[in-house]
């Protein structure tokens, strides 16, 4: 009885750490979110620049622009990453769910 209720604990501990790591998989989903919102908001700005640079003529303000768009494609690759991981972390959440259900059964 001592190691059915010793199961039980060891159980919840896992479900717990399950839960924990459910949480910090979505506060990921929620950071890739919020770069993807800026990457946006970027992508705007360097079109706009972009335009402008065209209409203009600027060298200059075109190549600033190619670097910007660079750098707006690290950020998106950076959120996916992050996606990916966070995704990661769901799977093993889930998996712990599992494991901790079969040791209360």
């Known amino acids: 009885e001592a190691q059915a209720a010793d199961m ?8 717990a750490r399950a839960s924990e790591i459910h949480a910090q998989a979505i506060d990921m989903q929620a950071q890739a979110a919020e770069i993807l919102s800026r990457v946006a908001e970027v992508q705007m700005q360097v079109s706009a620049m972009q335009v402008q640079a065209e209409e203009q003529g600027h060298v200059a303000a075109r190549a600033q622009a190619a670097e910007m768009q660079a750098q707006v494609a690290q950020m998106q690759v950076h959120a996916a990453q992050m996606q990916v991981h966070a995704a990661q972390m769901q799977i093993r959440a889930t998996e712990m769910q599992g494991q901790a ?3 209360q059964a």
């Open 101 to 103: 259900a079969e040791m």
């Open 8 to 15: 039980l604990v060891e159980a919840a501990e896992v479900q």
